[in-house]
């Protein structure tokens, strides 16, 4: 491999721009030349290809989103698109890739060097960390500190005027972020996809701190749950003495400088796509899993089932009483 394409696909995520840094000077750094390609495999299929030189990839280690920009491309679903792409990569000689990105990203990389031969390196980037094969996804780390940052905010004032705010965090159909920031924040209910919520026991809980005169309350819900707006509603309707409010904290979760853990572990990641590449390792994701690298199959590298475990829960049950 002697000309090698990098691309963020997806949604981004803040350390992809580290991860893009490590590329393209680990592959410099072994005398290779090195290509961004603009807009996820939009560019791939528009020849929107621009060489990549060291000071390209200067002072943006510390940059939310991505200075490739990235999207979704409808085209690369079919086989056209695909045939289209690798024509515009191998008019450059270009062969070989590292995709940044979620696992559709990697899927259609799976099909694109299953159809062209052309060896692709996925790495996982999003701030929902639902991808199976890696203890970490670039991204999460400085989601879930901003989501912690706003969720101490929020306590101030619902301390002040002793409220019950409901929270909304994102992460998909993936309860990561608001586990995560729901345990740093100490909060008092954590609702995620991966459990269904008992509202009653919810609403018994809720009544009963009242009772203790308890009134300040920080109920974190994963957006891939119910919705924090139907959870006021139903806390509104059966305790209605209860002073309630609902925040959803959005898209501030996805920007903002990376964490040291988020530019660490894409610089790492980056790295060993290059490395993965000139060892003949091709068509994987690369991951950290007990802090070494690992490598999972394209096509294997799917979302990942989810294995919250029941000790997490019970931690938030007995910290947050
Ligand atoms: P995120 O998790 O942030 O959404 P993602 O990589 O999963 O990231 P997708 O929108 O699923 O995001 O996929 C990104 C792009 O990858 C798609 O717009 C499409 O171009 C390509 N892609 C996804 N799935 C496939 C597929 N089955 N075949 C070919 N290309 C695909």
Redesign the pocket.
């Known amino acids: 491999v002697t000309k090698i394409g990098v691309l963020t ?3 981004d995520a803040p350390g992809m721009n580290a991860a893009i840094r490590a590329v393209v000077r680990t592959g410099i750094y072994n005398g290779m030349e090195v290509f961004g390609i603009m807009r ?2 939009s560019g791939m299929i528009d020849n929107d290809i621009v060489p990549m030189h060291s000071r390209s990839v200067a002072n943006i280690i510390q940059r939310g989103g991505t200075i490739l920009k990235t ?4 085209e ?2 079919e086989y056209e698109g695909r045939k289209k792409a690798y024509g515009n990569l191998k008019k450059l000689g270009i062969n070989g890739l590292v995709i940044i ?8 990389a799976h ?1 694109l060097s299953e159809e062209f031969d052309i060896p692709c390196i996925g790495l996982p980037g ?1 701030i ?1 960390k639902d991808i199976a094969g890696t203890d970490f996804t670039i991204g999460f780390d400085t989601a879930v500190n901003t989501a912690v940052e706003a969720i101490d905010k929020i306590r101030d004032t619902a301390d002040a005027h002793d409220r019950l705010f409901i929270i909304e965090v994102m992460g998909r159909d993936a309860g990561y972020i608001a586990l995560h920031s729901g345990i740093a924040t100490g909060a008092e209910n954590i609702l995620i996809p991966e459990r269904k919520t008992d509202i009653e026991e919810l609403v018994n809980g809720l009544l009963e701190k009242e009772r203790r005169r308890k009134l300040v309350n920080i109920i974190v819900v994963a957006e891939g749950d119910r919705g924090a707006e139907d959870v006021a509603d139903i806390i509104k309707e059966r305790i209605p003495s209860a002073d309630t409010r609902v925040c959803v904290l959005g898209h501030i979760q996805r920007g903002g400088a990376p964490t040291c853990m988020d530019r660490l572990i894409a610089s790492r990641m980056g790295y060993s796509a290059v490395e993965s590449l000139i060892e003949g390792r091709h068509n994987v994701m690369i991951g950290i899993v007990n802090n070494k690298m690992h490598y999972t199959p394209l096509e294997k590298a799917v979302k990942a089932k989810q294995k919250i475990s029941d000790d997490w829960l019970k931690i938030v049950k007995i910290l947050a009483s």
Do not use: N, Q
Not at 101 to 108: E, I, L, Q, T, V
């Open positions: 696909s997806g949604g996820g495999y999207a979704r491309c409808k690369f679903f990105g979620g696992d559709g990203s990697f899927r259609g099909k999003t929902d």
